[in-house]
């Protein structure tokens, strides 16, 4: 089975602070993801990696940015928190083969900034 | 650009019961199709997907999908609901670059 880990399922932050949310994948995906879920707005994509030191911006890039050193592991960062950055964040990867090939999802992150 | 549309917030319905989720899609191109459910402080699941082919899809969990090209639908079913059937539905269309545009997803209540 593909497990995808993060290395937090809650956090709480405050305003102004650097975070890190980590993300681990264990099936040699090419293909990283990360989103934010909110209530009625389903999830959004802030950034995608195909690739080691790969990076693409999704649809909500702003106040992010991201890592890929290796390929198993992909990074989310919030260079200044702010409140409005309060959400769940779900990692997700995939092979890059086919543009069908399905996502697979971490537990999510839950964070707070206060 | 591609978009999805979830019209239902949440959907009742009572165990035993048949269970429909709505989706529609705005694409451009052969649209691929997704579902996921998300069950409470959980991650998002895998459930079915369309790629092309037959226009009813078998999925995860004993849930299935039809492809309505002409209606742009895509509405998630399930003959018999269980209350374990209780989450958050998600449907999801691909865009160039492997990359997916979620709804803003459905929450079903199976009532014992």
């Known amino acids: 089975d593909v497990k995808v880990t993060q290395s937090s399922r809650y956090l709480v932050k405050r305003t102004g602070e650097k975070v890190f949310l980590e993300c681990v994948q264990d099936m040699d995906h090419e293909n990283m993801f990360w989103y934010r879920q909110d209530p009625g707005l389903g999830l959004r994509l802030i950034y995608f990696?195909?690739?080691?030191?790969?990076?693409e911006k999704g649809d909500i890039p702003e106040g992010y940015s991201v890592s890929r050193e290796k390929k198993e592991r992909f990074s989310l960062i919030l260079e200044s928190a702010s409140t409005n950055q309060t959400s769940m964040y779900l990692c997700a990867s995939s092979f890059a083969g086919a543009s069908t090939d399905t996502q697979y999802f971490g537990p999510g992150t839950r964070l707070t900034v206060l | 650009a591609q978009s999805v549309a979830q019209p239902e917030d949440q959907v009742n319905v009572a165990e035993g019961n048949p269970l429909t989720v709505k989706c529609t899609y705005s694409v451009s191109g052969n649209p691929y199709l997704f579902w996921y459910v998300q069950y409470p402080n959980r991650g998002l699941q895998f459930l079915l997907k369309y790629i092309t082919g037959d226009n009813l899809v078998k999925g995860s969990y004993g849930f299935e999908a039809e492809f309505n090209k002409s209606q742009t639908s895509f509405h998630l079913k399930k003959p018999s609901a269980l209350v374990s059937d209780s989450a958050l539905y998600f449907c999801?269309?691909?865009?160039?670059?492997?990359?997916?545009?979620f709804g803003g997803g459905t929450r079903v209540l199976v009532k014992p």
């Open positions: 999801a269309v691909r865009k160039a670059g492997n990359k997916l545009t």
């Open positions: 990696s195909y690739d080691v030191k790969m990076k």
